[in-house]
C-alpha cells in the first residue's frame, strides 16, 4: 500500500501487443492476435511464441513495442535460415513466427 501512492509507473510504448514475422524476419500486417487454428495464404501455421514477466517483456524504456525486447527476438529467429536450425532439415519446414509479448 505504501509504494501504491508513492511510485509512479511509467506509460506502457505506443504500438501493438502482438505481431507476425515471416520466415525471412519481416513484419507482417495482421489487425489482431492469430488464433491456433491460423493459417498464412500459402497453408502454413506459424512457430508461437509468447513471453511473461516484468519491465523488459513490457517494453519500458522504449517508444514503441516493435523496440522491444519479443519482437526484436522474434525478427531474429524469423530470420534465421531454416538450415541452421538444429533438427530442421529443409526449407518446407520454415514458418513464421507469431509473437504474443505481455508485461
Excluded: Y
Amino acid at each position: 500500500m505504501w509504494a501504491k501512492g508513492r511510485v509512479k509507473l511509467a506509460s506502457e510504448p505506443k504500438g501493438k501487443r502482438f505481431g507476425l514475422f515471416d520466415a525471412k524476419g519481416r513484419v507482417v500486417d495482421i489487425k489482431a492476435p492469430i488464433g491456433p487454428d491460423w493459417k498464412g495464404a500459402n497453408g502454413v501455421k506459424p512457430i508461437r511464441a509468447v513471453m511473461v514477466g516484468d519491465s523488459l517483456v513490457a517494453g519500458c524504456g522504449v517508444d514503441d513495442q516493435s523496440k522491444g525486447i519479443m519482437p526484436l527476438l522474434a525478427a531474429r529467429v524469423a530470420s534465421v535460415p531454416v538450415g541452421r536450425w538444429p533438427g530442421v532439415r529443409s526449407a518446407s519446414s520454415a514458418r513464421p513466427l507469431d509473437v504474443c509479448a505481455t508485461g
